[in-house]
């Protein structure tokens, strides 16, 4: 019975984890948007590498 119960919470345990890790990305990419950044809108207000774009044409 102790097994299971040992069992349970650590599952428990990774899940929260997990579900925080997922929680603190989604709040940092809608932050980002949030602020006007990411390359939702063309590669010409980018500051990175848009991939299979040329900036300079746009």
């Not at 040992?6 to 428990?12: C, E, F, K, P």
């Not at 939702?40 to 300079?56: D, V, Y």
């Amino acid at each position: 019975m102790a097994l299971a119960a040992s069992s349970i919470v650590s599952t428990a345990a990774v899940g929260l984890i997990i579900l925080a890790a997922a929680a603190l990305a989604l709040r940092s990419i809608w932050k980002k948007k949030k602020n006007g950044g990411g390359c939702g809108c063309g590669c010409s207000g980018c500051t990175g590498s848009c991939p299979g774009k040329n900036r300079n044409s746009e």
